[in-house]
């Protein structure tokens, strides 16, 4: 087992695929030309003048897919796959900024991966003598040892789970949520539904359109901290899994929280995400994910459900609060307490009528104040 670190590296500068001038002149390019001071491109410079001559490097394509997979997907979620073009070695990298000079195999097979991937120009992954996901990318790219799928979905939980969320009860909750808001005279709702579950319903006319979930949304960011990439792991796959509002109102701090800190980095992998071919429905797609509004209809579906003890109150911690005048909200940082408090706050003011607080009247709102 080679020791050495391969180099994964992008197919596109800008739109463009340069994959066969890349392959015809035997060279790589980073892009980022005349725009030296973009951040995203530092990062990357800093991993180009790490590669040396002989290091491994391969030409890779990073997509979702959640159909014509080699495993079963029961749950239909998106998974990543990264699709290995070329392999090559480096013979010079002149530390221009830009390029390598590649000496590219011509005997290699294009062939996908998947589960374990990354969408950066430039992806270093290091080898190591046990079993792990860096070690298996490199066996599979180098020696085109098959991947080992069970591994992979045991640790994404894709594999079939028949309890409470299972893949049929999911479905059936989605569709009563864009019941609930009578999908044929609101169709707005619809790309919604779309969003929190992480897949289209309508296969045949958007298949096109890369729908991915919103959990591999926020693990596509570059710059989360460690805190952040913990958070997310708690997030799931397909949100209609979360049965009370409380319970999402939570959740959907958390990934707005995420949003806020990386509002940049999350509308260039939007922009990335709509790129679609042929007939597609005009706000069917990410650019109607807005951080103010994505959650709302589902917390307000969920609420008919939480509300059939208590008429008054949506959120069981209001309800606690009236009663004891006085409650605690205990966690670590980025967890959801100032969210929630102040949809505690709204609950409370508006008597019920809504948990978020830039639906209240002026009148209400003048009876919140933080403290």
């Known amino acids: 087992m080679t020791n050495n670190d391969v180099y994964f590296v992008g197919s596109m500068i800008g739109k463009d695929d340069f994959s066969d001038e890349f392959i015809d002149k035997g060279k790589w390019q980073l892009g980022w030309f005349g725009q030296e001071d973009n951040g995203q491109y530092q990062r990357m410079l ?14 890779k394509s990073t997509y979702t897919r959640s159909h014509d997979l080699p495993f079963e997907n029961h749950d239909d979620k998106s998974v990543s796959v990264m699709k290995l073009k070329k392999l090559g070695h480096v013979k010079q990298n002149p530390h221009d900024g830009h390029s390598l000079v590649i000496n590219w195999d011509s005997d290699f097979e294009p062939r996908e991966w998947y589960f374990y991937t990354n969408r950066q120009a430039i992806w270093k992954v290091s080898n190591s003598d046990k079993v792990d996901d860096a070690s298996q990318l490199i066996q599979f790219a180098l020696n085109n040892i098959n991947q080992d799928y069970d591994y992979f979905l045991n640790k994404s939980r894709l594999t079939f789970d028949d309890d409470k969320n299972s893949q049929t009860e999911l479905q059936k909750r989605k569709q009563d949520f864009l019941d609930f808001y009578d999908q044929g005279k609101w169709t707005a709702v619809i790309p919604k539904a779309n969003w929190l579950s992480g897949y ?26 460690t805190t952040e990439t913990e958070i997310i792991k708690l997030i799931p796959d397909n949100l209609f899994a979360i049965k009370t509002s409380d319970e999402f109102l939570k959740i959907t701090d958390l990934i707005n929280g995420i949003i806020l800190n990386h509002r940049q980095e999350m509308n260039a992998i939007i922009d990335g995400l ?10 069917w797609n990410y650019y109607n994910f807005k951080i103010r509004n994505w959650y709302q209809d589902y917390q307000k579906y969920l609420t008919q459900y939480d509300r059939k003890d208590d008429k ?10 009236i009663k004891s005048k006085n409650i605690i909200l205990r966690g670590a940082p980025g967890t959801g307490k100032t969210f ?8 409370i003011t508006s008597n019920g009528e809504t948990t978020d607080a830039n639906n209240l009247t002026e009148e209400q709102q003048s009876k919140n104040e933080a403290v």
């Open 46 to 59: 800093t991993l180009l003048n790490e590669v040396k001559v002989g290091d491994a490097v391969i030409l």
């Open 200 to 225: 289209w319903d309508d296969k045949q006319n958007y298949q096109r359109i890369k729908l991915t979930s919103i959990r591999q949304l926020l693990s596509s960011i570059k710059s989360l901290t």
């Open 274 to 283: 709509n790129s679609i071919e042929g007939n597609s429905r005009l706000g």
């Open 312 to 321: 008054d109150m949506q959120l069981k911690e209001s309800r606690l609060l």
């Open 340 to 347: 929630l408090a102040r949809a505690i706050a709204a609950d």
